[in-house]
């Protein structure tokens, strides 16, 4: 028998791809892996044909210019990814893809990029960077691990829960003490670090959703990954 | 009168630090505040000029090198070799070496300078060249964006009055040339096929190096390399060299200096002179050495981001060697592990890594697991760490990557532990 195949999609590698985002491509293909799944991995950039099956979507952040080369496309995606995200299909997005993901973002000489409104979240330029290793408390995925790096200031509209609360770091805004965004199965943060080797139940979650969408039903074998639990006590102890 | 004072002060707190084994920027600190003008006023005087080197990534190699040309041709070269690569450290290294009534003993200054602080010093001194290496991801953390840096360096390039020295590979670097309002702008690059070897940060993920745009000429091209035997194509003629420095990215900047010495030399350059020196260039302390330890080579190779990492590990072949990987994340390190992700690891799948260590073992450790790539011992303890690392197998030559405060580190173990010669 073939194994079961999941169609994992990275948004925009070429221009959304900094802090380590490839990080995250590489735990989830390989978690999917361990569990005997065949990945197929599709790597989207703009003016590209968006692929017929996708199971997993992975986007990051970039350089300001990757924003610019970016923007155009992802409005004409923006109907397709809602639609895909109301149907459950699991994604991850972080930091400037979770701004784009939102409403707007409006800078701080006043320009406003449109987001294409996946989550009710709304983002304004601060006047100095969060930077700094991050600690969060999230209800769903216990303690989540990650550094930040952003200026943006994210506020959360009705119907988008936090992804976690922060414990260690300045998080979505500086101000309300959430970090990230949870809608359906869509988890957007602006954690990286990479963000999904150190927190692999945030990682179990995504390709769970996603093979149960496909398949209707996951290989829910336990991994020991070694050094997983000693790099994540490491980080959270560093100082910011 | 208010100079001649600084530099008295300025001298006597730099011997006294020195006593206390201080810092390096103290001094600086005290001549700055009691005369602004100091530094425009002794680097003015200089018959050459100022020459300011920046770039993310082989400034202190490069400017090692730049400055052994020079003297090379017979100039007097200040240089701040301390490493204090910002405008007090430069003010502390001119007290050391200007007269207690003030004056510098040189023809020209060469200058390393770190991006943000380099803004300050061409706002007191305006630089007569400027050499722009690169603009890759580094310590984001610190300076927040790659296009911030890029600002940073195009301040640089407005500010040179004669002529600004571009790596014309480096598409950021390149684009720099619009903003030149000095006389002249010169180009150093590579030969086509060199290029897959260097890929910028923009083509990290997509695998291509960018479509062959029209780029401009170059005076210096590194056209051939093959170990220590490099070939560069100057002026349209090839010249063979057999150099000191390995790792084909140090040999890249060795056509970075090349262009800049024969920038400001002109005319006068005595180009058997420039390639006798050139050849004899050793790397700066601090940015990698090869050591002989109980008889069997040791390479210590500095790595900071991702794109260095990558061109180390693809200028040295893994094979035959044991391996150990070190990553601290103190300041000067920089925090953010994520680069670590960025690198890709593959070309030690075979051979694996026999330590990984620094404060960060684990996160190294995760990330080579993700790759496939077999790792012996992870251990925090740096010291435990290469002690096994150089005990075991001892008839096998090794090779350290790590990071700037690890590297540190390991450098005064080593001293300890064993016979340590330094070969270059
Ligand atoms: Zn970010």
């Known amino acids: ?18 802090y380590g985002d490839w990080g995250n491509v590489l735990v989830l293909r390989k978690r999917l892996q361990l569990r005997g ?64 993901f939102g409403n707007f973002f409006k800078t701080h000489t006043g320009d406003v990029i449109k987001g294409i409104g996946l989550l009710n979240v709304d983002t304004v330029g601060g006047p100095t960077r969060m930077i700094g290793n991050t600690v969060l408390d999230s209800s769903e995925f216990g303690t989540v691990i990650g550094y930040e790096n952003h200026s943006g200031q994210t506020f959360l509209k009705e119907g988008v829960q ?4 922060v414990t260690k770091g300045e998080g979505n805004n500086g101000q309300d003490g959430t970090e990230g965004a949870r809608y359906r199965n869509v988890v957007a943060s602006y954690l990286h670090g990479s963000l999904l080797p150190k927190n692999p139940a945030v990682a179990d979650f995504l390709v769970r959703h996603a093979a149960l969408r496909r398949h209707g039903s996951f290989n829910d074998v336990r991994l020991d990954v070694p050094y997983e639990a000693e790099a994540r006590e490491s980080s959270a102890a560093r100082p910011r | 009168m208010r100079h001649l004072l600084a530099t008295v002060v300025g001298k006597t707190v730099r011997v006294v630090a020195k006593l206390r084994g201080g810092g390096s920027a103290l001094p600086g600190l005290v001549a700055e505040k009691i005369d602004p003008n100091f530094l425009p006023r002794t680097l003015g005087t200089l ?37 204090s690569n910002f405008t007090r450290g430069v003010v502390a290294a001119v007290l050391g070496e200007s007269t207690t009534a003030g004056k510098l003993t040189a023809d020209i200054a060469v200058l390393e300078l770190d991006e943000a602080h380099a803004v300050h ?18 310590q984001l953390d610190r300076f927040g964006e790659i296009e911030t840096t890029a ?52 083509d990290m993920r997509s695998g291509t190096t960018g479509e062959a745009a029209a780029l401009p000429d170059a005076d210096v091209i590194l056209s051939s390399c093959d170990g220590p035997e490099a070939t560069f194509t100057v002026d349209g003629r090839d010249i063979d060299a057999r150099l000191k420095l390995t790792g084909v990215y140090n040999v890249y900047n060795s056509a970075a200096a090349l262009a800049l010495a024969r920038t400001v030399l002109g005319a006068d350059a005595d180009e058997e002179a420039l390639l006798r020196s050139l050849e004899a260039v050793t790397p700066a302390f601090g940015r990698g050495e090869s050591l002989t330890v109980n008889g069997q080579p040791l390479d210590l190779v500095l790595v900071k981001n991702p794109a260095g990492f990558r061109l180390a590990l693809r200028s040295f072949p893994a094979e035959g060697f044991r391996t150990m990987i070190a990553i601290n994340d103190n300041y000067a ?59 075991l197998d001892p008839d096998k030559p090794k090779r350290i990557y790590c990071t700037y405060t690890a590297m540190l580190a390991l450098r005064r173990e080593l001293g300890k532990l064993t016979d340590v010669e330094v070969v270059s």
């Open chain 1, 1 to 18: 028998m073939d194994a079961p195949v999941i169609d994992l999609l990275q948004l925009y590698p070429r221009d959304m791809n900094i």
């Open chain 1, 37 to 100: 799944y065949d990945v197929r991995l599709h790597e989207y950039n703009p003016g590209d044909e968006f692929p017929g099956q996708v199971d997993l979507i992975v986007g990051g952040g970039g350089q300001d210019s990757g924003q610019n080369k970016i923007q155009a496309d992802l409005h004409a995606l923006g109907g397709r990814l809602k639609e895909l995200a109301d149907d459950g299909v699991p994604m991850l997005a972080i930091c400037g893809l979770y701004q784009l």
């Open chain 1, 162 to 165: 936090p992804f976690g609360t």
């Open chain 2, 47 to 83: 018959p050459h000029g100022v020459v300011v080197i920046s770039g993310t990534n082989g400034k202190t190699t490069t400017t090692k090198m730049v400055v052994e040309l020079l003297q090379g041709q017979g100039l007097r070269v200040f240089t701040n070799r301390t490493g």
């Open chain 2, 121 to 138: 010093f061409v706002k007191l001194v305006a630089p007569r060249y400027s050499l722009l290496l690169n603009v890759m991801r580094d």
């Open chain 2, 151 to 202: 600002g940073f360096l195009r301040q640089i390039a407005q500010a040179t009055t004669e002529a600004v020295v571009l790596n014309r590979e480096d598409p950021r670097i390149a684009g720099l040339a619009e903003a030149v309002t000095a006389r002249e702008v010169r180009y150093f690059g590579l030969a086509s096929g060199l290029r897959h070897m260097f890929p910028s940060d923009d």
């Open chain 2, 333 to 391: 390190d920089g925090r953010d592990m994520s680069w670590l992700w960025d690198v890709d690891f593959d070309s030690l799948a075979a051979a694996g890594v026999d330590e990984v260590s620094g404060v960060r073992a684990h996160d190294m450790a995760l990330r080579l697991f993700y790759e496939d790539v077999p790792v012996g011992r992870v251990d925090t303890e740096l010291t435990a760490s290469l002690r096994r690392f150089i005990e």
